[in-house]
């Protein structure tokens, strides 16, 4: 399941450009906060936060990432490790600026990372409860589809949470969890 908390819009879409863009950290909690009521609905418990990986390049020119500094912050509330090694990042283009199209044809953003193996290689291995893949605006879904295709990949559940996303998915707007919710796409990739 790929869940966002609100829309990418007003206050939320501030916070979010300023930690990712004006290299303003501090709005990294007003992100978070915005997460925990739909991160309490979602589930009681997570084995583990897996943060989306950012390029080399921009870990280096923001001195962070933002979905790690986001799974910190929810694992102050909702306690579990934070594996930030569990997916790697290949060297493929950024989806900031690309087309929804090119977004979708931008395929192979990650690869397993040497700490699938953890979870793997725990005594029962991690099946349930599921891990928590974190991002913090989901466009158009592909790069938590890629990160559930490899935890699919690997009989690892996860559930997926942005902060935000792209206002134009009000349709998927779930009453329930109070959140945005997509469909699950793995079932689309596992077919390519």
């Known amino acids: 399941m790929i869940v966002a908390a609100t829309f990418y819009a ?17 709005d990294i909690e007003v992100i978070a906060q915005a997460m925990y009521p739909c991160l309490k609905k979602l589930h009681k418990t997570f084995a583990a936060y897996i943060p989306i990986p950012t390029t080399k390049e921009r870990q280096i020119s923001r001195g962070y990432n933002l ?4 799974c910190e912050f929810l694992a102050t509330q909702y306690r579990a490790p934070i594996m930030t090694l569990a997916l790697t990042r290949n060297d493929t283009p950024t989806q900031y600026g690309l087309s929804e199209d090119d977004r979708r044809e931008n395929t192979n953003l990650f690869s397993p990372g040497p700490e699938i193996s953890v979870i793997l290689g725990t005594d029962p291995p991690i099946t349930t409860p599921p ?14 589809s890629q990160a559930m295709k ?19 998915a009000a349709h998927n707007f779930d009453e329930e969890l109070n959140a945005v919710k997509l469909p699950n796409p793995s079932k689309k990739l596992a077919a390519k």
Do not use: Q, Y
């Not at 007003?10 to 501090?26: C, L, S």
């Open 10 to 26: 007003g206050k939320i879409r501030d916070a979010i450009r300023a930690a990712k863009f004006e290299g303003n950290p501090a």
């Open 67 to 70: 979905p790690t500094r986001l």
């Open 131 to 144: 891990v928590l893949i974190v991002d913090d605006v989901i466009a158009t879904g592909t790069t938590f």
């Open 150 to 168: 490899i935890m699919a990949d690997h009989k690892i559940p996860c559930t997926c949470l942005a902060a935000a996303m792209s206002p134009r």
